[in-house]
């Protein structure tokens, strides 16, 4: 099919399937406060991201994005009358996003990208307790565990859940120390472990001994 469609129709599709992800051009806009940290959510190497053009997938590099709107997908930025309230100083992704012709956008993914360590200040105190975080729970491995669900070891189900318990553990004992709000707890660790592992159909409960993962 043909598409006779060459400028924006404003109909605000692309902001409802996510905030973009962020780019090195995009730091002044951080430094300046057009967008402050509270509004922005650390995806993970490894992760399985929406990618605008491709769906779902594993992210291979870090990526910031702007936050969704509580429980929705829709940019916190987008507003159903008035579309982009921040139209001026919308991320480059933004201004690169064509929906009827992806070839600019197509080029910037995980290219130049914003890191948790290209926004905070070089001496922050967190910098090195999200490398901690890092250390005791990667998510590297989100694509194979996707892929094998029905066939994962015991083994491998113990780690998973034991992962899950330290995510949760080292968040508690952080936000504690460092008074973090969440918005900030989620740029700095990305979303908790079980969630992740709850995107791929895994059922979390709690029991007496902490966090139970069903298969
Ligand atoms: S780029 Fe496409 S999907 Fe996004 S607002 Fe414009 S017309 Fe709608
Ligand atoms: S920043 Fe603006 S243009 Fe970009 S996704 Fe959000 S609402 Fe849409």
């Known amino acids: 099919m043909t598409t006779t469609q060459t400028t924006c129709r404003k109909c605000g599709n692309c902001c409802k399937k996510g905030g973009p992800a962020l780019h090195t051009q995009d730091l002044p806009l951080i430094r300046n406060g057009k967008i402050p940290m509270s509004a922005l959510i650390t995806i993970r190497k490894g992760e399985l991201a929406h990618n605008p053009v491709t769906g779902l997938q594993q992210v291979s590099v ?5 936050i969704g709107a509580g429980r929705q997908w829709n940019c916190c930025y987008y507003d159903e ?3 982009c309230t921040i139209y001026d100083h919308r991320p480059h992704a933004c201004r690169l996003l064509k929906c009827w ?3 600019d956008i197509l080029a910037i993914i995980e290219k130049d990208t914003l890191s948790r360590f290209d926004i905070l200040d070089p001496d922050d105190p967190l910098i090195p307790v999200i490398r901690e975080h890092e250390r005791i729970c990667p998510c590297d491995d989100l694509q194979e565990i996707r892929e094998n ?3 994962l070891s015991d083994k491998k189900k113990k780690e998973l859940e034991k992962r899950v318990r330290d995510d949760l ?3 508690t004992r952080i936000i504690a ?3 973090l709000k969440l918005n900030k707890e989620l740029f700095c660790f990305g979303r908790p472990f079980f969630q992740l592992l709850q995107a791929l159909g895994v059922g979390v409960s709690e029991s007496g001994a902490g966090v139970v993962l069903r298969w």
């Not at 870090?62 to 702007?66: A, C, G, N, Q, W």
């Open 81 to 83: 009358n008035d579309g």
């Open 169 to 171: 553990r080292f968040r």
């Open 149 to 151: 669900i029905g066939q």
């Open 62 to 66: 870090e990526l910031v994005k702007i």
């Open 177 to 179: 120390d460092y008074k």
């Open 101 to 103: 012709d992806t070839q």
